[in-house]
T-cell receptor, first 115, second 110 residues
Framework: GAVVSQHPSRVICKSGTSVKIECRSL??????MFWYRQFPKQSLMLMAT?????????EQGVEKDKFLINHASLTLSTLTVTSAHPEDSSFYIC???????????FGPGTRLTVT | RKEVEQDPGPFNVPEGATVAFNCTYS??????FFWYRQDCRKEPKLLMS???SGNEDGRFTAQLNRASQYISLLIRDSKLSDSATYLC???????????FGAGTILRVKS
């Protein structure tokens, strides 16, 4: 099946620093990728839609200046959490739909801990 | 009202049991429906898409009732390895956006 990778899988950073998370579609091209966040015992919440070659679309309540998204190629989207705070600690997951289908494939997630 | 609602469970069942989960969705314009499985601290994995005619994959059967806006998942002959959180997922108002239910926890015990 389709494979989506994420890097890093786990990161611990200090408050005030920035963290970049990469999401790659390994065997298919993705003009659109999605970024989700999941807090413990809660469901996935869509943060933003990453569009190749254009600006990302953010969900209501998600600060675009804090969560910078770049979709520079058909196989790579990056999420940068800027000036991270402890409340940003969460499980960040990306997904990409296989072109021509409505099914989405998820990366393995990145667990961010901000101290 | 949440867009996708599920009974959080947990459902505790013995091995070999049959268990059913239901899910309701609020957006009548939704066109795509899925069940995903999520293991603890892992990413969701697609279990099966749900079609209007219903579909079966081994021990798993999914049904869609558009009139009542609910989706079901039936697991027969439960295995210990079926223990996970099952997420009901519906496409949102626009394109490929997915809306996730909070998930139903299944625990299969020997």
């Amino acid at each position: 099946g389709a494979v989506v990778s994420q890097h890093p899988s786990r990161v611990i950073c200090k408050s005030g620093t920035s963290v970049k998370i990469e999401c790659r579609s390994l065997d298919f091209q993705a003009t659109t990728m999605f970024w989700y966040r999941q807090f413990p015992k809660q469901s996935l919440m869509l943060m933003a839609t990453s569009n190749e070659g254009s600006k990302a679309t953010y969900e209501q309540g998600v600060e675009k200046d804090k969560f910078l998204i770049n979709h520079a190629s058909l196989t790579l989207s990056t999420l940068t959490v800027t000036s991270a705070h402890p409340e940003d600690s969460s499980f960040y997951i990306c997904s990409a739909p296989m072109r021509g289908t409505r099914e989405q494939y998820f990366g393995p997630g990145t667990r961010l801990t901000v101290t | 009202r949440k867009e996708v609602e599920q009974d959080p469970g947990p459902f505790n069942v013995p091995e070999g049991a049959t268990v059913a989960f239901n899910c309701t969705y609020s957006n009548s314009a939704s066109q795509s429906f899925f069940w995903y499985r999520q293991d603890c601290r892992k990413e969701p994995k697609l279990l099966m898409s749900v079609y209007s005619s219903g579909n079966e994959d081994g021990r798993f059967t999914a049904q869609l009732n558009r009139a009542s806006q609910y989706i079901s998942l039936l697991i027969r002959d439960s295995k210990l390895s079926d223990s996970a959180t099952y997420l009901c997922v519906v496409n949102g108002e626009y394109g490929n956006k997915l809306v996730f239910g909070a998930g139903t926890i299944l625990r299969v015990k020997s």
